[in-house]
């Protein structure tokens, strides 16, 4: 199967559940990439989602399921990528299984894309509202050029209301404090964060068409609160 036929089998095996390919890349000659049955991955194709599109159709799985899963977000990721990785010859591979792999990092190589102060990715288009759900891994090079680096956002936004948005400061140009985000989301006071999300986040101007409706953001919320 030549490269552009696997692109487009790939992307129509993602499109009826909301997923797109994200960008992809051929993995160098000695190069750390994930191994297989029997021979190191020569290159990957990432999946995800742009906005909320396929949040529609996550739900509807969902509410077809004779019992919910314990992560069934990563059930249903892992279901769909699984399929579309078959039908193309690939292996899938997800940012959810230990050992954890580096999706951040293929991420940032595949659409050329760099870390908001929140520590998501910026992508000129989506803004802060899109996700990784999974690749697809080749056992050859595919002939894939990493995307050209877009303009990073972050360094035209002057006020960064960002870091400003958080009513624990949990975010500054240090990093993430993640237990005392934890405490508050968990808190009587975290009813605003659990209900519509992270108040940081939706601060950010970027990418408002495609921001997550307020279902999905207190579901992933919800996740994030039980987290241990």
């Known amino acids: 199967m030549t490269t552009d036929k696997i692109i487009e089998s790939a992307t129509a095996a993602l499109a009826p559940h909301g997923l797109i390919l994200r960008g992809g890349f051929d993995f160098h000659p000695g190069e750390d990439a994930p191994p297989g049955?029997?021979?190191t991955a020569g290159a990957i194709l990432l999946v995800g989602q742009a906005g909320f599109a396929a949040w529609p159709h996550f739900r509807a799985w969902l509410a077809g399921q004779p019992k919910a899963p314990p992560d069934p977000l990563d059930a249903w990721s892992r279901e769909v990528v699984e399929k579309a990785a078959s039908a193309v010859g690939a292996r899938?591979?997800?940012?959810?299984d230990k050992p954890y792999l580096p999706f951040q990092r293929w991420a940032m190589r595949a659409e050329g894309l760099k870390p908001s102060p929140l520590g998501i990715l910026m992508h000129p288009e989506y803004g802060l509202w899109h996700a990784y759900r999974g690749a697809l891994l080749f056992d050859r090079p595919l002939g894939l050029t990493p995307q050209s680096p877009p303009?990073?956002?972050c360094d035209s936004c002057v006020e960064k209301p960002c870091l400003h948005a958080c009513p624990v400061k949990a975010y500054s140009v240090s990093g993430f404090a993640y237990q005392p985000c934890l405490g508050h989301v968990r808190s009587p006071a975290g009813k605003a964060c659990r209900?519509?999300?992270c108040l940081a986040r939706n601060a950010c101007p970027f990418g408002r068409a495609y921001r997550y409706p307020a279902d999905m953001q207190a579901f992933h919320m919800a996740a994030f609160a039980g987290a241990r």
């Open 37 to 39: 049955p029997s021979r």
């Open 92 to 96: 899938a591979a997800f940012p959810f």
């Open 151 to 153: 303009a990073h956002l």
């Open 195 to 197: 209900a519509t999300g």
